[in-house]
């Protein structure tokens, strides 16, 4: 297989969750150090492509589905030297056949597709670590990892609102904690349950200067709110709720400026460890940590599940994580206070 050489034109498409584009940044990183007299173009999903915006190894940002995909790039030509297809939808597949000389792409459901393929990566036969695992796509190009963090870029001027956001909402708060209480409905078993999450809550507040923010998308205004609430007439001032408030960027940017994040596995999560918050990250025995959590990441204490892998399945409640094993890890970081 001829080598990549540095002027190449790259072409990639990860059309995925925030949290699964977020794992993919240290691939991303690889390629575009690959590239000094080059460029790497990254084809994001349209609704999550902001979270690639602003990082400095990335030349051109867009966005593609696979509903879109088929539509495009039947004009003749081949604009990109490589392309490099995360995800097993054909479309995109197809698509990136079509604009680019070569293509690396797992492999396919259609034996026709992978023949077409310069290089085909067989999907891993067993559990490993996400970032490594998303790695191999670019290693079959022979590039060396620069690093497993994740990489998220808030702007300044991002930065700079959600600090304001904070003094308004928790007036006099030195030490805003925020909680995500919950990751998307399709995944509710890995939900820690929100009585859990309120006596933290009420442990968190006796420390000085700390206030509660409650993150989350739409999904969780009404959680939020009445988390809130409970909380809200014995600490005033002290907690609010911001879930199904901020657009994705604006949440984000609010999640950088926390003195500790404490989270379910979901892509708030993994935006927190991208920006290097103190975390203390949730994990069900079906999504371990040891395969998820941030790698590279300063402060970070992972929680996972008791159970034992060969009793796990998704009937295993986030219950049986202790209230008292997750106050230990978030005092602790809430000590040592921001990473140098």
């Not at 994040?261 to 927190?272: F, K, S």
């Amino acid at each position: 297989m001829e080598p990549l050489r540095p002027d190449a034109r790259v072409l990639l498409i990860c059309v995925a969750r925030i949290g699964d584009t977020l794992l993919a940044t240290p691939a991303l990183r690889a390629l575009g150090a690959a590239l000094p007299q080059g460029a790497l173009t990254v084809l994001a999903h349209p609704g999550r492509r902001e979270v690639l915006e602003g990082l400095p190894f990335i030349h051109r940002l867009g966005s593609i589905d696979k509903r879109s995909a088929p539509w495009r790039g039947w004009l003749p030509g081949r604009r990109y030297d490589w392309g490099v297809v995360y995800g097993q939808d054909a479309a995109l597949v197809r698509y990136a056949l079509r604009v680019c000389r070569r293509v690396i792409a797992l492999r396919q459901a259609d034996p026709a597709l992978n023949r077409r393929l310069t290089r085909m990566v067989e999907p891993a036969a067993s559990l490993m670590d996400a970032v490594d695992e998303r790695l191999e796509l670019a290693t079959a190009l022979g590039i060396a990892p620069q690093g497993r963090r994740l990489a998220y870029l808030a702007t300044e001027a991002e930065r700079q609102r959600a600090r304001a956001l904070l003094h308004q909402r928790l007036p006099g708060v030195q030490r805003p904690i925020g909680l995500q209480l919950q990751s998307f409905p399709t995944k509710a078993y890995r939900d820690w349950p929100a009585e859990h999450f309120q006596r933290l809550a009420q442990r968190l507040l006796a420390q000085p200067g700390t206030g509660i923010a409650v993150l989350g998308g739409p999904e969780s205004r009404r959680l939020g709110e009445d988390f809130a609430a409970r909380l809200a007439p014995h600490f005033p001032g002290r907690v609010t709720s911001l879930a199904g408030g901020l657009p994705l960027r604006e949440a984000a940017a609010v999640i950088g400026e926390l003195a500790l994040y404490v989270g379910v596995d979901t892509g708030p999560t993994h935006l927190a460890g991208a920006l290097g918050t103190p975390m203390v990250a949730l994990y069900h025995c079906r999504h371990r940590g040891r395969w998820l959590a941030p790698r590279e990441h300063p402060a970070l204490a992972v929680i996972e599940h008791p159970a034992a892998d060969a009793a796990c399945d998704h009937t295993a409640s986030m219950a049986a994580i202790s209230v008292e094993s997750v106050a230990q890890a978030a005092e602790r970081l809430l000590a040592q206070g921001a990473p140098a």
